[in-house]
């Protein structure tokens, strides 16, 4: 079997022709594959959702016209499967009649980092519970709810440490935040740190917390803070969470503000849940996944596709995908 990535633009309508396998991302360059749908040879899109600024989404004509175009013209009756790159993506699509039974659990691979689960703990063995929070200081990341969470969480005597690393628009809000609500000692803002760094953050840190909202596509650093045995606490509506969090087994995902405070707290005060999520998440990532297990994984895939067999990928990247 070959499985092709085509590079060079004066080759690729040929690659995309002639390929046993085409997979394709969110590009501008559809016209590379449009004979090969109609050929009706196996191919793969590569995507998150459609509706991940809400349903008013559908009133977007430019999306209306995309969406018909990548997805609606092919996904019924063609040899055409989706690889999801967000875990509300099958729901998006199967609303209106497109990849039913056709989505397969995908996302994002990260470097995978192994470790002694008794020296990753031992990292975390901090005198006070420190969290991390990593991204841009842009709007719909919600940066300003780690402040409002130290601010509860000092109001009612909890001992903790936050962490914040990113820059961004928002930065300088969020450090008169901190000042204006006398929060210098609970918020450390660290500022843009490269991604070696990152991990190493997330290494010593005892819960990650991500605050973003739906229009967070997956969140590569949930994939990173799993793999480095933090306990998680994200937004139910980031992309990633359907498929890479098991609710109070390797992490929590939250509704709303209260219900963030009352994890944050639960973890704070339990540290045997806290650390049987650490490690829960710290599997679930290195075990399974992996960029290696996902090859593995979609080559199974494929081959069930050609033979006409059941999909024999249970979980993880490859495993079928529903809506949620």
């Given amino acids: ?9 004066e080759e690729a309508i040929n690659l995309a022709l002639d390929s046993d396998v085409v997979i394709m991302g969110s590009t501008k360059t559809d016209e590379y594959i ?33 969406v018909y175009n990548k997805h609606f013209k092919y996904s019924k009756n063609k040899n055409l499967y989706l690889l999801c790159s967000s875990g509300y993506g099958p729901k998006d699509f199967n609303k209106f009649g497109m990849y039913v039974n056709k989505c397969f659990k995908w996302g994002y ?5 192994f470790y002694d689960e008794k020296e990753l703990l031992e990292k975390k063995q901090n005198e ?8 841009r200081f842009i709007k719909w990341k919600h940066p300003e709810d780690m402040v409002r969470l130290a601010q509860e969480l000092k109001k009612n005597g909890y001992k903790f440490e936050i962490e914040m690393l990113g820059n961004g628009p928002l930065f300088d809000k969020i450090k008169s935040q901190i000042k204006k609500y006398n929060l ?24 990650f917390i991500c605050t973003s909202d739906q229009t967070e596509r997956w969140g ?19 992309g990633a ?21 009352n994890k944050t707290v639960e973890l704070i005060e339990n540290k045997e849940k806290r650390e049987k999520f650490s490690i829960n998440a710290y599997r679930t990532i290195s075990n399974i996944w992996t960029a290696k297990n996902a090859t593995k994984n979609l080559e199974l895939l494929i081959n069930s596709i050609i033979s006409n067999q059941e999909n024999p990928v249970k979980e993880g990247p490859g495993s079928n995908a529903y809506p949620v």
């Fill in 1 to 9: 079997m070959l499985i092709t990535v085509a590079l060079i633009p």
């Fill in 109 to 113: 691979f990260p470097e995978t980092k």
């Fill in 220 to 238: 590569v650093v949930v994939n990173e803070s799993m793999n480095s045995g933090c306990a998680v606490i994200v937004y139910k509506k980031v």
């Fill in 128 to 135: 006070k519970v420190k969290i991390i929070w990593v991204g």
């Fill in 184 to 207: 210098e000692k609970e918020i450390k803002l660290i500022g843009a740190v490269d991604s070696d760094n990152v991990r190493d953050y997330m290494e010593k840190s005892n819960i």
């Fill in 34 to 66: 449009t004979e090969r749908l109609k050929q009706d040879k196996l191919t793969f899109r590569y995507y998150a959702r459609i509706f991940y600024r809400g349903i008013f989404s559908i009133f977007d004509l430019k999306n209306l016209k995309i």
């Fill in 241 to 261: 969470v359907p498929f890479l969090i098991n609710n109070n087994d390797n992490g929590y995902y939250y509704t709303n503000f209260k219900d963030l405070y």
